[in-house]
């Protein structure tokens, strides 16, 4: 076993191969996992630092970077997946993902809309929740936000 390596990449540096398979896994749990049919592509991975952790050429856990101005004022985070739940990927993930927001993006606030059953997954990382619950494509989520200002810093 060849251990878990993380990558990093932004739209343009990514193999063919590499975009395929990442798609691929987010159409599998957000599309057909959770019944949701929503539009995927949405024209914002191309502007995302993309993050994802494997181990033997699988897929563990993935999530996507935003820069400020993507989707809001502040850096945020999305598409948060973690193929076996469990695991400790996602937290994995999500750690790989605040450092990249940081040292990418220069990032003093991370925003990000969890789904309501993840909420504890990103308050161990320092998220606080920002509003109430809302509806995204028919599933409860919540906003969050991680301030990198303070002590919450690794």
Request: with cysteine; aromatic share 8%; net charge negative.
């Amino acid at each position: 076993m060849g251990g878990i390596v993380t990558f990093r990449k932004t739209f343009d540096e990514l193999t063919k191969e590499e975009l395929y398979r990442l798609l691929k896994q987010r159409v599998a749990v957000f599309v057909v996992e959770q019944n949701c049919p929503y539009m995927e592509l949405d024209d914002l991975d191309q502007k995302a630092v993309h993050v994802w952790l494997e181990e033997d050429g699988k897929m563990l856990a993935y999530l996507r970077v935003m820069d400020r101005g993507a989707e809001g004022p502040d850096v945020s985070i999305g598409r948060v997946l973690s193929v076996q739940r469990g695991q400790g990927y996602g937290s994995r993930v999500l750690k790989e993902g605040i450092r990249a927001s940081k040292e990418v993006f220069g990032a003093e606030r991370i925003y990000l809309e969890a789904q309501v059953t993840a909420i504890r997954l990103y308050e161990r990382q320092g998220f606080r929740q920002v509003s109430g619950p809302f509806s995204l494509d028919g599933i409860p989520h919540v906003g969050m936000v991680l301030d990198c200002t303070g002590t919450n810093e690794e």
